[in-house]
């Protein structure tokens, strides 16, 4: 393992562990999450406990899935508000899950079990105590009395799409509630969440290009114990193209996928504008036409020096936010400045590289076309 990758897979695993900045992008990756597995709710072990949906994160090299599971609340009154992908800036981007009182905006995406893309009815708070909806929870009436039915009609389109925007996303934004509900006082997943989410990772056998989207361990009874009561996915919710390198690029701009071989590779993710590596240069004009090649020069030196002023600014941005943070005694509010830093350079670097993109294409002489050839009809 090279030092960068290495270097990379512990500021992620970092990163992912704090999760600070609830609802926040933490990580990016040029192409499309797996479509969600299809599987069963294990029964919920006790009362208190609420349903947090399984998805899809990244590890650096491939998708894995962490499986759904029932999670102790963390405060009476506290609703869990799911994880979700999301197309912006020429990349999918994570945005962390959390607790608070009111469900806000996960992608529209439908979960299930109470999660259908707006809100949750899978059960309610009353009286300080937790009460669940039968008709779209596995709860055991004997143990738990605590219940209700109400019937839900999902009004979505029924499919099992995990991210929203982009080429085949859900095609949903957030209301002003929802935009109220991130406002409010909420905090991250528990330690029982972040341990389930470590031992997820640790699992060759819930990585996507393992399992093909269907892994064998879908949901859970409880967080971190995959042995016990687990589910297995009864299939996987569409189509997998394990080699996610060769996927068409006209319908978006991936400009994140460095690919050799069809594998994927791990994201060009960095913390901070000073850890991008420098610029280069493009190739001098060559179109054959002097005066037109110098043309062309002016316009990439004239870019040049824009993307390398934009950069010196966004660096002493950070370096003066780096140096305020550091007289904090709030860890958190930290660590927000250090996710706010990597969310900004990730979408700085990807709009230097669609400009130079775009003049480069500007640039490229005229492709002469053959003649074209007789062609026999197609066959029908």
Request: some cysteine.
């Amino acid at each position: 393992m090279t030092s960068v990758k290495k270097m990379f897979l512990i500021g992620f695993a970092m990163l992912m562990l704090s999760m600070a900045s609830f609802g926040q992008v933490v990580i990016s990756v040029g192409f499309a999450p797996p479509a969600l597995p299809v599987y069963d709710q294990p029964l919920c072990p006790g009362d208190g406990y609420i349903w947090t949906p399984g998805y899809w994160n990244w590890d650096g090299e491939d998708y894995y899935w962490v499986p759904g599971t029932w999670v102790l609340a963390p405060e009476v009154g506290y609703l869990w508000t799911p994880p979700w992908w999301g197309w912006e800036n020429s990349a999918y981007l994570f945005h962390a899950g959390w607790w608070g009182p009111t469900v806000g905006f996960y992608g529209g995406i439908d979960y299930g079990f109470g999660y259908f893309g707006d809100g949750f009815v899978g059960g309610r708070w009353d009286g300080g105590r937790f009460f669940y909806n039968r008709s779209v929870t596995n709860v055991n009436v004997t143990n738990i009395h605590n219940v209700y039915n109400e019937t839900v009609v999902n009004r979505t389109v029924i499919n099992h799409v995990s991210y929203n925007g982009g080429h085949g996303g859900i095609d949903a934004r957030p209301s002003a509630a929802q935009e109220a509900a991130l406002r409010e006082h909420h905090i991250g997943p528990v330690a029982a969440q972040t341990k389930h989410m470590d031992e997820a990772r640790g699992n060759k056998e819930l990585r996507a290009n393992f399992n093909h989207g269907r892994p064998p361990i879908a949901a859970t009874a409880r967080p971190g114990d995959f042995k016990h009561d687990a589910m297995p996915a009864r299939e996987a919710g569409g189509a997998f193209n394990e080699n996610r390198g060769n996927e068409n690029r006209g319908n978006e701009n991936r400009g994140n996928e460095n690919r050799s071989g069809g594998n994927p590779a791990e994201p060009r993710s960095y913390g901070h504008v000073k850890d991008v590596p420098p610029m280069e240069r493009p190739a001098a004009p060559n179109t054959g036409n002097a005066k037109l090649d110098q043309k062309y020069q002016k316009q990439q030196d004239k870019l040049f020096a824009q993307q390398q002023k934009d950069r010196q600014k966004m660096e002493q941005k950070q370096t003066k936010e780096d140096q305020q943070a550091a007289k904090r005694s709030n860890d958190a509010a930290r660590q927000q400045v250090e996710q706010r830093h990597q969310q900004q350079t990730q979408q700085m670097v990807q709009r230097h590289e669609n400009q130079t993109h775009a003049m480069q294409s500007r640039q490229a002489p005229p492709q002469h076309q053959a003649p074209p050839q007789h062609q026999a009809p197609p066959h029908r």
